[in-house]
């Protein structure tokens, strides 16, 4: 047997007009939602906050005055990479040799501008020989993929597509 119950709008109520406009005002904010964000996208600012916060870690944040998450990524990633030097971690070299070696390089450009200025400075560059140095190596490449996350983080915010 088979049991047919009628639509919202077939139902005899009062509200069935209401409904019926709650539900549009609702699909009108969300493609005007989507139009914002499609606009945004195509400007030429759109990837300032991903390049910002790439740079210098929690500055897209800071950009978009969340001051807060900011100073907590900039000190958490910057104490990270500080760390990881300290403990005389190795920072990976741009090459084609090995898989885990072109996947640390990729963790550790992902710090930025921690990473071009400690490359300049030659930090870094050791051999690893004891333990402490493969936990600081780890503790560089860490640091990267959380400021890689971050910045995404921001330009998500940025975008409409993250509150």
Same mark, same amino acid.
């Given at each position: ?51 910002? $916060?790439? %740079?210098?870690? /929690? ?8 001051? #807060?998450?900011?100073? @907590?990524? !900039? +000190? ?7 760390? $990881?030097? %300290?403990?005389? /971690? ?8 090995? #898989?885990?070696?072109? @996947?640390? !390089? +990729? ?9 071009? %200025? ?11 020989? #004891? ?33």
């Amino acid at each position: 047997m088979v049991v047919l119950t009628p639509s919202l709008e077939d139902r005899p109520c009062h509200g069935g007009a209401i409904r019926t406009a709650r539900m549009a005002d609702i699909f009108e904010g969300m493609t005007s939602k989507a139009n914002r964000a499609a606009s945004e996208s195509k400007s030429p600012t759109a990837y300032l906050y991903f390049v910002a $916060g790439w %740079l210098v870690p /929690g500055a897209g944040h800071l950009l978009q005055r969340r001051w #807060v998450r900011g100073a @907590l990524l !900039f +000190v958490s990633i910057t104490m990270m990479f500080a760390l $990881g030097l %300290l403990m005389q /971690g190795k920072l990976y070299a741009p090459n084609t040799g090995e #898989v885990l070696d072109m @996947l640390g !390089f +990729v963790g550790d450009l992902g710090t930025g501008g921690l990473y071009l %200025l400690s490359s300049a400075a030659g930090w870094g560059q050791s051999l690893v020989q #004891v333990v402490t140095q493969d936990y600081g190596t780890k503790f560089l490449v860490v640091a990267g993929l959380l400021n890689f996350i971050a910045a995404v983080d921001a330009h998500s915010i940025r975008m409409g597509r993250k509150p």
